[in-house]
């Protein structure tokens, strides 16, 4: 019962989980002015990237990319899948410790971080267990719910901006291009579970595109409401330079006190579809590599999680833990170059070969 | 040949209600042979010597009563134990299993007792099984409504019947659906025997069939590409698959103009949600996260839980426990009687718990508020199991506020979707029209 539109979902919900917290702070970094230009750019690199890997996927019906890489041979799955996998275990990792952070900021902060590092864990493991379709249909409601949070957090805070803070727009010619944080930047646009669900349903790029626009919004929002609101020289020197700006939002007539709360429940929601998803590729690709060990799935991802789990528990405070997430980010990016190529490449010889 | 009435005596030589009666017809004697408590035999023999009035021979009036004539011992024996009526001729093997006058041992259609339309056909189901299929092929005039029947059990074979409309339910949930009913081997007493066919699943308060007392809904669910079960003796129809959109909607909500429809069902959602969230709202806002609210709305807050002993969590789940056990004893009580512990369990609730400073008076609201968003749902099982759901998320909330009762609606939605009957997920909204035609 996989629909286009699910994995449309679970793509934009990915991408708002992954692009929350880190990446105003790597834009602002990269650029002083026109960030705009730099957010573009990197959207633009990553619908080709896409529009790579779908053409890919797309030379070979019914097969994911694991049965694709295992085409090539169990060897060639294994050096391709598992730096792929160990990557994604840090990913988990990072990702659900940057999470606790803010979550502890925003909503506990006399709570240890471990007890929601277990309870945030927990769930995620249990979803990715259920399986694909649990992960789809879930992700559906928690869309319904969180995106209204979500919009409601951008539109409200419009109240605070103040124009002149984001001139000078345009700048040329981009030199952030040439710095090496760009490929880490190139980390935050997560498409590859795309070939991991496409097994059945065949990918349209059409819905795919449109899922894209609505995401590039979100980045410019995200980079440009804390500019609005503070200013490049202020911005820089914040660590959630979004989660400020949502701070001082503050309308009278509202009766909660802050909108900072909608903020965190709505990552939340984003961070137990995301850590899922990775967490069942994770399970997906080492029950595929290794079939003949007979081990089910669910029993790597309880292996690996606790792996993680350590991981993300012995990183001792939120400095490191951001640049072990960016480090991590910057590993995805490789995978995602290496792999759309790998399948666009092998899927084109293949179809000469069959033609010959 | 008395050798068949003799074996029939001795195998029910512990039967006191089974009759053998010698008859005279024509110059043969016949025996009448069943159950007084499920035959009327008075009646019957009636019927018999009419027939036999217009009946040349004994044979012949066999032939007239009855298309099973001749049958061996054993199906004689099942069909006397299904209240039949057997007639046997003396010295000849001639024997026939006649469909008697029976005793009258079902209510006639009556009003549904457990779910109450508005403004709508008020039959209900009643026990008998033909009767059932009977209300819905007389609504449903279609060939292509199929109708499959089985005998299942060990002990005690039930009749189960499973109703589906060609071309609407998918083939796959029919073959299944067959499959599964065919291989069931032990005794089927309760719904739950039933839906354990179906797939285990451990622990779960959600089945797999959403009964209905309405022959205008089961029809809906049957339009809706859907397969309606019935069992013997249960005025129920059984719809399956059961999916969560049954909870907040019934086929009679819409003798309204459609607003007031779309009004009727937002209300039985946020009665849903509502149930679920609002207790551990409670406990998160006032015991863990204060702060969120303006300070005036804060303080208001805290100032209703002045002087109270115990924790909110405690608090809540204190009162939480004394509603639903005050609900499940309403159930168990004779009518006469219901309506005084209701006032009691009120009076206790509502007045001396807040006047002893045992709870807070915003708890009591809370709780009372809980009660009525439970019983919004479509259907007293959905109420049950969206009452069990509030438990978990309020354990959740007390440790971790209002994270904590976001993450356990969460997962409680993550729950609803793992779950499946026959690989179509309980939260589909709507299931493809995908049978063949033919």
């Known amino acids: 019962m996989t629909q286009r539109i699910q994995i449309v979902i679970v793509f934009i919900l990915i991408q708002l989980s992954i692009g929350y917290l880190v990446y105003p702070d790597l834009i602002y970094v990269l650029t002083k002015t026109a960030h705009w230009e730099l957010v573009m750019c990197q959207g633009f690199l990553q619908l080709i990237l896409i529009w790579i890997y779908i053409k890919g996927l797309n030379y070979f019906p019914e097969n994911d990319v694991i049965d694709i890489y295992l085409k090539m041979g169990r060897w060639v799955a294994i050096i391709f899948l598992i730096p792929f996998v160990i990557n994604l275990i840090a990913l988990v990792a990072f990702n659900i410790r940057l999470h606790t952070e803010v979550i502890i900021s925003v909503f506990l902060p006399r709570t240890p971080y471990w007890s929601i590092l277990i309870l945030l864990y927990f769930i995620s493991v249990y979803t990715s267990i259920k399986g694909l379709g649990t992960i789809l249909r879930s992700s559906v409601f928690i869309f319904l719910i969180v995106i209204p949070l979500v919009v409601f957090n951008i539109f409200s805070s419009v109240i605070n901006f103040d124009i002149h803070n984001v001139t000078p727009g345009w700048e040329l010619p981009a030199r952030f291009l040439l710095k090496n944080k760009f490929f880490y930047l190139l980390g935050f646009s997560s498409f590859l579970f795309l070939g991991f669900m496409a097994s059945k349903t065949k990918l349209s790029f059409r819905q795919l595109f449109v899922a894209w626009v609505s995401v590039t919004l979100f980045f410019l929002s995200v980079v440009y409401i804390p500019l609005f609101i503070f200013g490049q020289e202020a911005v820089v020197t914040l660590t959630n330079p979004f989660l400020e700006a949502m701070d001082s939002v503050d309308i009278s007539w509202f009766s909660f006190n802050r909108q900072t709360m909608f903020f965190g429940l709505s990552l939340v929601g984003l961070v137990i579809v995301a850590n899922s998803v990775m967490l069942w590729m994770i399970g997906q690709i080492m029950r595929k590599i290794f079939k003949f060990r007979k081990v089910k799935s669910s029993y790597w991802i309880i292996a690996f999680s606790v792996i993680s789990f350590v991981l993300a528990f012995l990183v001792p405070n939120q400095s490191l833990v951001e640049k072990c997430f960016l480090w991590s980010t910057g590993a995805q990016a490789y995978s995602m170059i290496i792999i759309p190529f790998t399948i666009f490449i092998y899927g084109f010889i293949e179809k000469r070969r069959v033609k010959a | ?438």
């Open chain 2, 1 to 438: 040949m008395r050798d068949i009435v003799k074996e029939i005596e001795s195998k029910f030589s512990n039967h006191d209600d089974l009759f053998i009666e010698e008859e005279l017809v024509g110059k043969t004697t016949i025996y009448f042979i069943g159950f007084n408590t499920l035959v009327d035999l008075t009646k019957s023999k009636l019927y018999v010597q009419q027939m036999a009035a217009s009946s040349s021979s004994v044979k012949a009036l066999f032939i007239n009563l009855s298309d099973q004539v001749g049958v061996d011992i054993e199906q004689i024996l099942k069909a006397i134990l299904e209240g039949k009526l057997v007639i046997v001729s003396k010295g000849d093997a001639e024997n026939a299993i006649v469909d008697p006058i029976a005793q009258n041992l079902n209510r006639s259609i009556e009003e549904p007792k457990n779910e109450s339309p508005i403004q709508a056909s008020i039959n209900a189901f009643g026990d008998d099984i033909t009767i059932n299929v009977g209300l819905i092929r007389k609504r449903l005039s279609t060939e292509r409504l199929c109708h499959c029947s089985y005998q299942v059990g060990e002990l005690d074979k039930r009749r189960l019947s499973m109703l589906y409309i060609k071309g609407r339910a998918p083939n796959i949930l029919i073959e299944k659906a067959n499959q599964q009913l065919k291989q069931i081997k032990s005794d089927i007493e309760t719904i739950d025997d039933l839906n354990k066919q179906f797939g285990q699943r451990i622990l779960s308060p959600v089945s797999h069939l959403s009964p209905t007392e309405l022959p205008i809904q089961a029809i809906h669910s049957l339009k809706k590409n859907r397969i309606v079960l019935f069992m013997d003796n249960y005025p129920f129809a059984l719809v399956f698959p059961n999916l969560i959109w049954d909870m907040f909607s019934t086929e009679n909500d819409r003798n309204f103009p459609f607003v007031l429809t779309f009004m009727l069902r937002l209300f039985r959602v946020i009665g849903a949600v509502a149930t679920v969230v609002l207790p551990a709202l409670y406990v998160a806002l006032v015991s863990v996260n204060p702060g969120i609210f303006r300070t005036d709305l804060a303080l208001f807050v805290a100032k209703s839980r002045e002087g109270i002993p115990l924790s909110a969590f405690l608090e809540t789940i204190l009162m939480v426990v004394i509603v639903d056990l005050i609900l499940e004893a309403i159930n168990r009580l004779p009518k006469s009687v219901g309506p005084s512990i209701t006032m009691v369990g009120g009076i206790i609730l509502g007045q001396a718990m807040v006047e002893a400073k045992l709870v807070s008076n915003l708890l009591v609201i809370v709780i009372t508020a809980v009660v009525i968003a439970s019983s919004a749902v479509v259907g007293i099982q959905n109420s049950l199991y969206i009452r069990l759901l509030k438990y978990p998320i309020l354990v959740l909330a007390s440790f971790f506020g209002i994270l904590g009762v976001w993450t356990g609606f969460i997962l409680t939605v993550i729950y609803l979707a793992s779950l499946t009957s026959d690989d179509i997920p309980y939260l589909t909204f709507n299931i493809k029209q995908e049978g063949d035609t033919k």
